[in-house]
């Protein structure tokens, strides 16, 4: 079952104080808790494909739909997303065997979404 999100999240890095110590962006904790809302598939045992989708309008001013060349990196929504459904929709991320990220041209009537689903192995 696909799953959507009015947003397109991305795994950020930690934050160093200036004594050394490291602690996890915030955004990363709300944008975790709001794909695990949105997420209605089951939890899955054994291995699974994950397929994300996301969609970005595009600028003010710009009228022709353009490659989505821009933040975030790909690789960081997948990452952000197989984070978050950790423990929910399957046991870890290692059991995904095959994942696709797609980053639909922008145009001007894309609002900003992502489209997620968990698709258990036969």
């Known amino acids: 079952m696909k799953c959507e999100i009015d947003f397109v999240p991305t795994k950020r890095r930690d934050r160093t104080l200036k004594n050394g110590m490291h602690y996890p962006d915030p955004k990363n904790r709300e944008e975790a808790e709001a794909i695990r ?3 209605t598939g089951g939890y899955h045992e054994g291995p699974v494909e994950v397929v994300i989708d996301t969609y970005a309008k ?3 001013g710009k009228k022709k739909p353009e490659p989505n060349t821009h933040k975030p990196d790909a690789d960081n929504t997948a990452k952000a997303i197989l984070d978050a459904l950790n423990g929910i929709a399957f046991e870890d991320d290692r059991f995904v065997v095959f994942q696709s990220c797609r980053k639909h041209p922008r145009t001007a009537r894309e609002k900003p979404k ?3 689903e968990v698709i258990p192995c036969e």
């Open 37 to 39: 809302a949105a997420y």
């Open 58 to 60: 595009l600028p003010k």
């Open 114 to 116: 992502t489209v997620f």
